[in-house]
């Protein structure tokens, strides 16, 4: 069984955010996550590129950021020079996705597209070829902390029917919502991060 564990840094303490970084440093988390808004796509402002390239130079995993902006492919290239491994756009953002992919991959990143909880997932069939990882929104994007949206289980399903690399879960999960998932999915994790005081992603499947 192998696991992708990419906690995120939204929770941080920006006082000591050197000092969180080397904490997951220290973990066996694989990635580290940069939620990214801009008060524009998402009601909430978060950071951007500067604070990226300086966790860059401390940062001994990969980064996984995840953009919650408008007009992502404006900035494809900046948060590769910034340092980002996987850069993962919104399809809601992106009026041309399969052309944003393609830039993100042909700067040498792993191309991943987020979906939010009204989106279904049909409407990655005829692009997933191009995906390298899908990040299923169990929560509204914009911020920390809010309730797991149910239905994110039966999206999670559809998803692995037709998904050729990895499909994450971004928000809160416990262990029964563990359980309902059943035998139809490859397998499930659930994380606490307690070390940076919230209960973040929850759920990571892979075919």
């Not at 069984?1 to 920006?14: G, N, R, T």
Request: proline share 4%; glycine share 6%; net charge negative.
């Amino acid at each position: 069984m192998s696991v992708i564990v990419s906690p995120s840094l939204l929770a941080a303490d920006f006082m000591n955010l050197g000092k969180d970084v080397e904490m997951v440093n220290r973990s066996k988390a694989d990635w580290i996550h940069l939620d990214i808004m801009d008060g524009v796509f998402v009601p909430n402002i978060s950071y951007g590129l500067p604070v990226v390239s300086q966790i860059k130079k401390i940062a001994r995993k990969p980064l996984d950021v995840h953009l919650m902006i408008v007009q992502p492919e404006r900035y494809v290239e900046a948060f590769h020079k910034a340092g980002a491994d996987i850069l993962t756009v919104h399809l809601e953002a992106s009026t041309h996705l399969h052309r944003t992919l393609q830039q993100i991959k042909a700067l040498g990143m792993k191309a991943g597209v987020a979906l939010n909880p009204h989106t279904p997932v049909s409407l990655l069939e005829d692009i997933i070829q191009d995906i390298d990882v899908v990040l299923i929104m169990s929560v509204n994007p914009g911020f920390g902390g809010q309730s797991f949206i149910e239905h994110s289980l039966e999206k999670v399903k559809n998803t692995e029917s037709f998904l050729s690399d990895t499909c994450a879960v971004a928000g809160d999960v416990d262990k029964t919502d563990e359980r309902r998932t059943g035998g139809n999915v490859s397998w499930v994790l659930y994380l606490m991060l307690v070390v940076l005081g919230i209960v973040s992603i929850g759920l990571i499947v892979k075919r």
